[in-house]
C-alpha cells in the first residue's frame, strides 16, 4: 500500500505562517498564543480550587491562594505549555506535594489529590476550549 501527499510544502509554510500570525498577534496587549492557552486552563484551574478547599478542608488558604495558572513558556522541543498548579517558586504553599501524596514522618497524613482529579477531570474541557479560541483566532485573522 502506497500513499501519495500532495501539498506537503504548502501545507507546512501555511501552518507555520498561521503560527507566527498568532504569536505576535493578539488582542488587550496579550499574545494570541499565551490567551488561549491561559484561558483553555481555566477549567483545570476552578477544580483544582474547588478540590483544595474542599479535601482537605481549607484552613490558612495558603494552599488554596497558591494555585494559579503559570506562564506560557515555550518548550525546547516545539511549541509551548501552560502549567496549572502550585508555583513554589511565586511563593506558593510549599506543602502542597504532601497534601496531595500524603506523607509519613512523625504524624502520618493520607493522601488528599487535588491537583490529579482536577487535571482528569477539566482537560477534555480546556481542549474544546483551546479548540474554539484556536478556530476563533484564526478565523479572525482571515486564516481559516
Do not use: D, N, P, W
Given at each position: 500500500m502506497s500513499l501519495e501527499v500532495k501539498g506537503g510544502v504548502e501545507l507546512r509554510d501555511d501552518v507555520a505562517r498561521m503560527a507566527d500570525l498568532l504569536r505576535t498577534s493578539g488582542g488587550n496587549g496579550t499574545r494570541a498564543c499565551n490567551y488561549i492557552l491561559q484561558?483553555?486552563?481555566q477549567p483545570v484551574l476552578a477544580r483544582m480550587l474547588h478540590n483544595a478547599s474542599t479535601d482537605p478542608q481549607r484552613r490558612s488558604g495558603k494552599l488554596y491562594n497558591?494555585?494559579?495558572i503559570g506562564r506560557v513558556v515555550k518548550k525546547r522541543s516545539g511549541?509551548?505549555?501552560?502549567t496549572?498548579?502550585?508555583h513554589r517558586a511565586d511563593g506558593g504553599a510549599e506543602y502542597a506535594s504532601p497534601v496531595e501524596f500524603g506523607h509519613g514522618g512523625p504524624h502520618p497524613a493520607p493522601p488528599h489529590p487535588f491537583i490529579r482529579p482536577a487535571f482528569d477531570g477539566g482537560v477534555d474541557e480546556a481542549?474544546?476550549?483551546?479548540?474554539?479560541?484556536?478556530?476563533?483566532a484564526l478565523d479572525a485573522r482571515g486564516l481559516l
Open positions: 484561558t483553555a486552563a497558591s494555585i494559579r511549541g509551548y505549555r501552560v496549572v498548579g502550585v481542549y474544546e476550549k483551546a479548540k474554539q479560541l484556536l478556530g476563533q
